[in-house]
Structures are given as C-alpha cells and as structure tokens.
C-alpha cells in the first residue's frame, strides 16, 4: 500500500506528507551492474513503543503471497554514482536487503500463508534472496514525461518500461512469484501514481501489481518528503513496501481491473485497504537485523495482536 505521512508522523506503505485516504498503493540507455560495500543506515533512538493492542486483525483473501521472496534494485541515473549522497544511500539499501532475511524482523512473516488447491497452507518463509547481482544502475538520466507534479514527473508506464530494460539489460530473470523489484528515481524527479498523485506531495513510496508485464514492483522515490536524511527514509520506505509486497502482492489499483487485493490486509470502513505496515506506522525505532543496526517501523503481527518491531 501507499506510504503516506500523516499530519504527526505515521508512515504507511506509500510514504506521503499528506494522509490520503489508504488504498494499497503505499503500488533508457545501456546500464551496468553496480557492487557497493554495504553501510547502515544512521539510526535514531529508539522511539516509545505503545503497548496498548491494536483492534484490526488482517485477514486472507484467498490469494498468493511471495512464499521464498527475493529483490532486485534498480537506481535510475547516474546521481546514484556520482553524488556522495545518493551513493551511500544505494550502500545503505543494499546492506538493509543483505542482512533483512533471516532475522527476527522477517521472521515475522512466517505466520502468513497462502491456501493450496487441496487447502494446504504454505507459509512465507524467513528469507530475501538477494546478492550484488540482483543491483542495477541505469546510466542514463531518468526522461520526464510531464511537469504535472510541479517538477519533472515520471508516470507509471515509463517505471514499467525501465523494469523492463533492467531485466534485460542486467539479463535477470523475470520472477513473478517470489520478486519484487525496486526503482529508486533520484530527488529531481516526482512519481505521478494513478490514483495516488504526485510523490513529495501526496505519498512516499507505493507497491504495484503489474497485470500486463507480472510483476511485483515497488516505487521509492528519493523526494520523499518525510524528515530524515535519504538513506534512512529510503531504508525505511523500502521495508515497509517490501514486507507488504510480501503479504499482499498483487495490490487492486484504478487503472487495472484485472487485480484486486487478495493477500493479507484489514479492511478499514472508513480507510479501506490497510496492509500490515500501514497499521504499524507510528511504531518505530532501532532494529538490529543480523549484526547490522536499521532505522525501521513495526510491522503488524496477527499472533501477537499488535505490531512487533
């Protein structure tokens, strides 16, 4: 779902500064495959965690859910490269996908299932494949397709083709399973969502559901207005999009009719759609993943009846 930022400082699956109603969104040239020495991302302290138990329980809808995920990064323009910035932000988000899986935050996961035609129940696993290999940098600068958003914008069919040249020019596979694949735009660029509006303004960062290409994906744009410095609200944005990518990942969005959410979520009457990060955002603080200390949010548990950091 979308991440957006509410009026205090809530963050859902789309990143925002401005709360919107909550659906799931938060949903070139030649390029060359990047290896970074992986980095944390700076911390804060961590933030009081209420332990009064949240009501909304999410629930199944009968689908899919990512059982053995994987990511693959795709940073759009040279400024990740160039710019010490946007560079130790691209470290920061490969170590996050690096030491993610296999800890306790993940494990979190592995109460989710999807139901089996002779309705068995196969559970997520605690595990994100990833490696360098699964890291792109597309060279060349991002095209705008309008000034809609107040800046250079980028619409969703031109993120849908710069997927499709990563997956060739990077020769990964296409996996529509298990994968979710990331695209990171740099600050001078705006995200127009159907939908949603203009990422800086109206979100941060969403998950999608391609129908037409059978992906997974996820847009984390670096305009995010949420305070912080980037690599952590880029890291934070990523495991809220991915952890719901995960639980939920064919998300029902206004310009594709052929999906519907039918993963994990809790059906609010007033906010419709909230995926397991959306009900968590407000809980947040320092997480050690593997050796390796992140700056995230809770994630809602239906074991424990409330979100676990």
Known sequence: MQYHQPAHHRVSTLIICTLLVPILVLTACGGRNVTSSPIPTATRALSPISTQPLQPFVTYHGGRVQLSPSAYLIFWGPNWQTDPS??????????????????????????????????????????????????????????????????????????????????????????????????????????????????????????EWSSALQVSYSVDPANCSRSGILAEKLVWTSAHEQFESITDPTPGRSDDKLYKNEGWFHLDPHHGVEEIGDLCTSVQGSRDLNGMTFHLQAMWSNRDNKCIL
Not at 87 to 110: N, P
Not at 113 to 122: A, E, G, I, L, T
């Open 86 to 207: 946007l560079h130790a932000t691209m470290q920061a988000l490969e170590s996050y996908f690096t030491h993610v899986g296999g800890s306790s935050y993940e494990s979190i996961l592995t109460q989710y299932y999807m139901q089996n035609p002779d309705s068995s129940r196969s559970y997520i696993n605690n595990t994100t494949h990833f490696s360098p290999r699964q890291v792109w940098l597309d060279p060349a600068v991002p095209q705008s397709d309008d000034q809609s958003c107040g800046m250079p914008t980028i619409r969703d069919a031109s993120v849908l083709r710069e997927i499709t040249h990563a997956l060739s020019a990077a020769h990964w596979i296409k996996d529509s399973q298990n994968a979710t694949y990331f695209v990171y735009t740099p600050p001078a660029f705006a995200i127009a969502e159907p939908g949603w509006g203009c990422s800086g303004k109206d979100y941060c960062a969403d998950h």
